[in-house]
Structures are given as structure tokens and as C-alpha cells.
């Protein structure tokens, strides 16, 4: 196990090939979450190396840790005569023979490949095994789908680290042969827009909030290149999607994934025509299709009976790319496996044309007056009054209900008052609004460094606004 604490960087994508094709198993840290789940990282991995650069330590005021290897030292260390012989061999020996030269020992399909930490929004990170097999064959489905070309060029901006990053972003361009250009900050609209035009991108992968954010400082003419924008990690909002198709003239096509499955299980592609056939590949508010080699079926989260078409249940995906398991938990490892299937956590339906939509997680409900009261919905309903994604729902402790709900919201015009006042004039359920005082303004919500809302960050924020 080697660490690697480097950005989305040409520099982080070569320390990644080199560690892999040195026969290592890579480990890239969240360094956006804390020294202690860096430390609990290397613990659980039992990494003793961390590749990592003097430079981005500055740049992110990262402190130095034990172990720490400097890219610069390395690249200094190696003389131009050593630069030139490698290039040499590389173009002139076939690969067989490189392996057998270079590689670090026999790897198998079944070798492991990585491990990712996952982002811990709800809970502890847990690391996520997987094999060569599961990240290569997620992109072999996911390549049927996006037909590239050499011509084509993928933006990154998601870290390493994020299991999209790691493998939509750092090996889909390797292994179907394009090129990539990275960016450190996926906060950063500004550059992201300059270099997407500089570039010529053609795929962009990011998250809805990162998407919102490029929307507001990226003019039409620099995404004149992007072929497929893909969204994941969160649900994309209907306003920004149509808002996205009309800025940009491309459709934001949302996906669905997690790190358990390599990542992709699913995603929208764009519609083909072909003369008077037309086949829908898009359909607003689901995530798409199951990819080509993944399974999925609804269930009752009580009986584990199949549902038909429609119905809400308990999301099952099983296929090629389901991880190894969890790394030194076998328990937590049997308790998400039944039958070959992975219980995702989340609660969805498929429709008859076999669209997914996802309704909420299991996890992000509250028992209110004996009723499950799904977070996401309420959520949903704040937004459409915000006009923006900017609210997080979290719930606390209530003596006389059991739970309450509160929101976190990011619009300030619009008072607390006012916002439970709108609230109330919906078709939301009267059990599922929220107090009156259960709103709080903020000045921004949580994310995690995969840019996801960090809801152990945001309930400890209510708690200390609330005083619960």
C-alpha cells in the first residue's frame, strides 16, 4: 500500500500509473478531511509511503507527516541519460516484455487495484476495495456508452481520492486512449472555463454544486466544446439541468454511482435519432439506465420481495465491478452483500422503460409522529422556493415526536419566517414541514473535498446555531 496525497494533476496521474504499474496498490488521501482520517487511512491501509509534493503541501497548508516522500526529490534524482533510455525502451520493446522487466510482480484480474476511503457523509470512512476486474470493467460499460475518440479530451476536476475521480477521470481517458487535462479546484469556475476552451475539452464530470458554480462564471462560448457534461455524487436539480441545456445547448446528464461499485451503476445518455427512430436515453429526474454489465432491482427494505415497475423500495445492484469488500471488516463487508447483490442504502424505483430514480437513502429518514418522513423531498420543496440548490435538511432529537427536521438554507433575503410561511403553502404533507423556528440562514452549506454535502458537518451546525 503506497499513499498519495497529490490534487487532480498531471503530476497526481503520473504518481498514480507509476505506483500501479509498480505492482503497489495506491491509496489516494482525502486531504481535505483532517490529519486524523488521513492518519485513520494509513492505519486501516497500513501504508507506510505517502508520495506527495512540497509544492501542493505549501499551496494547501497541509502539515508534513511521517513517512512523506517529495516528488521533487525523486524526479531530481533521476539523470537525463536514465530519461532518454527509458524513452528509448518504452518505444521499442512490445509491453509483454516491459512487464516482465518493469512490472512489480504477477497481478491477476482480481489483484487489487485501490482502495478508496469513502467520503464519510453520514459516518465513519470505510475503505472500499477494489480489484482491477471491478474499475475496468465500469469502464468498458461505461465506454459503450460514450463513444470517444482520440480527439476527445476530459476535464478533470474531481480528486483522486473520489472514486470517479479516480477512475472516470484518471484511467477512462487512459484506457480508451484520449487525453485529459486537470485542475486542482473544482471550486475554481474561472479556470475550469479557460482551460476547457484553451484545451478544447470534451467531457466534463463533476457534481451539481460544482456545476452551479461554472454556470455563474463560465460564458457559452467556453463550453462550445463539451460533448457530454456528466453530473453525479447528488441529485441534480430539474431548474439547473433545463437552465444548463439552455446556456450551454448540451443536456446535463445525471448519473448515479458509489464507491462500492467502481463507481458507475447507471446514467442518462443523450437521445438518439436515427431518420424516424428515436430512442430515449434521457428522462429529467431519474439517473438513467443501469450501464452495460449492472443489474439493479427495487425491493421491500422489510421482506426483501422484488417490486414491480414504480414501486419504491430498497435500491439492489449487483455486475462485474462490485468491490472486493471493506477492507478489514468482513462484517460491515456481509452486511451490505445479499445474495451476490449490493444493498445500496439508497430507496428508488425503476420505471417500465427502465429508468432509475432515486427518492432518498434509508438512512435520510425520520420516524415523526410514526411516520417516515424522507429528507429529500423536503429538501426538494425548499429548493424550488430558493430557486437554488442551497439547502441541507438534517434531524435532532425530539422529546415529544422523537425527531424533528431542520434546514440549513443559504438565501439569506428570504427569512426564516417567511421560508416556513411558503413552506406551508406547498403540497408538502403538514407532518413533513419543518418547525417554525427549524430554519437557520448560513452563509454556505458543508461539502466534503468530493463535493457532496457533508451531513456529520451540517447537523453539528444546527446543533450549535439551534443550542438542541
Not at 482520517?37 to 494547501?60: E, M, N, P, V, Y
Not at 432491482?297 to 449487483?318: F, I, M, N, Q, Y
Amino acid at each position: 500500500m503506497v499513499g498519495l496525497s497529490l490534487p487532480a494533476s498531471v503530476g497526481g496521474a503520473l504518481a498514480n500509473i507509476a505506483v500501479l504499474m509498480a505492482g503497489k496498490v495506491p491509496v489516494n488521501l482525502n486531504f481535505t478531511a483532517g490529519k486524523e482520517a488521513i492518519a485513520q487511512a494509513l492505519r486501516q491501509s497500513g501504508a507506510r509511503t505517502i508520495l506527495t509534493s512540497r509544492l501542493f503541501l505549501a499551496k494547501a497548508k497541509l502539515e508534513r507527516m511521517e513517512g512523506m516522500i517529495f516528488i521533487e526529490d525523486a524526479l531530481s534524482k533521476i539523470s537525463p541519460a536514465e530519461k532518454i533510455a527509458a524513452a528509448l525502451l518504452a518505444v521499442i520493446l512490445p509491453s509483454r516484455l516491459l512487464l516482465s522487466l518493469y512490472g512489480g510482480g504477477k497481478q491477476t484480474a482480481d489483484s487489487l487495484a485501490t482502495i478508496i476511503f469513502s467520503s464519510g457523509s453520514t459516518g465513519a470512512p470505510k475503505g472500499v476495495m477494489l480489484s482491477h476486474h471491478n474499475v475496468l470493467s465500469n469502464l468498458e460499460g461505461f465506454a459503450q456508452l460514450f463513444w470517444v475518440t482520440r480527439k476527445d479530451r476530459m476535464m478533470g476536476v474531481l480528486p483522486f481520492f473520489h472514486s470517479f475521480g479516480f477512475s472516470g477521470t484518471l484511467w477512462f481517458p487512459l484506457i480508451a486512449g484520449f487525453g485529459a487535462v486537470y485542475h486542482p479546484n473544482p471550486l475554481d469556475a474561472k479556470t475550469i472555463g479557460e482551460m476547457v476552451a484553451k484545451y478544447k475539452a470534451t467531457i466534463l464530470i463533476s457534481t451539481p454544486t460544482f456545476y452551479a458554480g461554472y454556470m455563474k462564471r463560465c460564458p457559452p462560448e467556453q463550453f462550445a466544446t463539451l460533448r457530454f457534461a456528466v453530473a453525479g455524487a447528488e441529485k441534480v436539480r430539474e431548474t439547473l439541468a433545463w437552465e444548463f441545456k439552455d446556456k450551454y445547448g448540451i443536456d446535463l446528464l445525471e448519473g448515479y454511482g458509489c464507491t462500492e461499485m467502481a463507481p458507475v451503476i447507471s446514467v442518462n445518455i443523450p437521445d438518439v435519432q436515427e431518420q424516424s427512430e428515436h430512442q430515449t436515453g434521457l428522462k429529467r429526474g431519474t439517473v438513467g439506465h443501469p450501464i452495460p454489465g449492472v443489474a439493479a432491482k427495487v425491493v421491500d427494505p422489510d421482506t426483501g420481495e422484488t417490486l414491480s415497475a414504480g414501486r419504491e423500495g430498497l435500491l439492489l445492484v449487483k455486475g462485474p465491478n462490485r468491490m472486493l469488500g471493506y477492507l478489514g471488516d468482513p462484517e460491515k463487508t456481509k452486511e451490505v452483500f445479499r445474495d451476490g447483490w449490493y444493498v445500496t442504502g439508497d430507496i428508488a424505483s425503476i420505471d417500465d422503460d427502465g429508468f432509475i430514480r432515486i427518492t432518498d437513502r434509508l438512512s435520510r429518514f425520520s420516524k415523526i409522529a410514526g411516520e417516515m418522513v424522507p429528507h429529500i423531498k423536503v429538501e426538494e420543496a425548499v429548493n424550488r422556493i430558493l430557486g437554488d440548490q442551497s439547502c441541507v435538511v438534517v434531524s435532532v432529537a425530539d422529546e415529544q415526536k422523537g425527531e424533528r427536521l431542520v434546514v440549513l438554507y443559504i438565501r439569506k433575503e428570504i427569512a426564516p419566517e417567511e421560508l416556513w410561511s411558503r413552506l406551508n403553502q406547498t403540497d408538502l404533507p403538514k407532518l413533513w414541514v419543518p418547525r417554525r423556528d427549524s430554519f437557520f440562514p448560513v452563509d454556505e452549506t458543508p461539502l466534503l473535498g468530493s463535493g457532496k454535502v457533508d451531513l456529520k458537518k451540517a447537523k453539528a451546525m444546527v446543533l450549535e446555531q439551534a443550542r438542541l
